[in-house]
């Protein structure tokens, strides 16, 4: 007879073990053998050396499902328990899901350029991802980010913005400095909260596992075992996008989204981005990912607007 300690990481415990560990008694139905007392955080589990090692085993399955799916149903376990290890989960398109979100979301490239800005991001450590409204960059780029982080291949995500404002003055927003910028950083808080329960959410960023901040704070820092993206990278600066490129650590991977139409910098000032995708363009490592209209994946009326002041802008470039 031995006795082992299961510690519960990067899950909340009554995920896996059910209210009133309804989900652990089912679970012990299956390990006839295995005695297991649950204290917060710990399980402490006896049994036979060979029960206990087939046990530790499907329980840390388990929790490595919980922590990509969201989720532990009893057909779960009962599938965990059955096979000798997990297949890839892919949506009925055949896309690869990037993120199993709340309430059964499937977070998945949904176009041909947001697969290729996953596909350039997997052989990459830097991407630019550029194109109009709607295109689902930093939607897709949030969702790079959860998956790099659930699979432990970086320790933190840092996501940033200019806080520049679009014809508003922000000085006349009521508030702190923090009441001031949350909104400017709003669309990244909007897609986090689609891809992470709430509680793990606030965890997270209580514990500075996910940072957000303006693009201000990034300076003096070197961003390294970290997920960082740039977001309204074409309202930066030639000299403050220089500044976040040169952030970046060893071990840190990087998207910067953008959209050079729409800059919102006071006019003598030229937009960072579009220097960067010049200067950068046949730097060996760093990938340029363009979205297109064809990408928009808003109200249909989006792909027209967009459509329509394009073709505004292609009339008056003629006239010059």
Known sequence: MQEREITINDVEPIDLLGVNNEKLKYILDKFPKVKV???GRKLMISGESQALDHFEEKIQVMLVHINKYNKLTEGDIDSILENEGQESVRDGSGDEVLVFGNNGLKVTARTLNQRRLVEASNKNDMVFAVGPAGTGK??????LAVRALKNKEVRKIILTRPAVEAGENLGFLPGDLKEKLDPYLQPLYDALRDMIPPEKLAAFIEQGTIQIAPLAFMRGRTLDHAFVILDEAQNTTESQIKMFLTRMG???RFILTG????????????????????????????????LSENDVIRHKLVKRIISAFKEEENKNETKK
Do not use: F, M
């Not at 930093?138 to 969702?143: F, K």
């Open 37 to 39: 007392v649950s204290r």
């Open 138 to 143: 930093t939607y897709t780029a949030v969702a």
């Open 250 to 252: 060893k071990s840190a």
């Open 259 to 290: 959209d050079p139409s729409q800059v919102d910098l006071p006019r003598n000032q030229k937009s960072g981005l579009v220097k960067a995708l010049d200067v950068l363009r046949d730097v060996e490592g760093i990938s340029i990912i363009r």
